[in-house]
């Protein structure tokens, strides 16, 4: 794997790297540590599960806002408990 040198700058209190196009990611949350050695180390975190399906589905255009806001509803409120035979 090639090494390349790259700019930090700082973005309000933060401090940013600049990510060259070879070490692109395909995620929108990362998780950083530093090893023994002080090297950061950047993992690509997953996208859940649902959100990726949607985006997925807004790509091929099969999805609209009031399908969007219908499943975030269903999210809001908790299923009903089961009701079960007692002995």
Do not use: K, Y
């Not at 599960?49 to 985006?55: I, K, S, V, W």
Request: aromatic residues 4%; charged residues 25%.
């Amino acid at each position: 794997m090639p090494t390349l040198t790259t700019r930090v700058f700082n973005n309000g209190n933060s401090q940013a790297v600049r990510i060259p196009a070879e070490f692109r990611l395909d995620a929108e949350r990362v998780s950083i540590s530093r090893d023994e050695a002080g090297d950061l180390i950047i993992h690509p975190l997953p996208t859940p599960r649902g959100t990726a399906l949607l985006q997925a589905l807004r790509a091929l255009g099969e999805v609209d806002e009031a399908f969007v806001q219908a499943l975030e509803s269903g999210q809001a409120s908790p299923l009903p408990a089961p009701e079960r035979e007692t002995l």
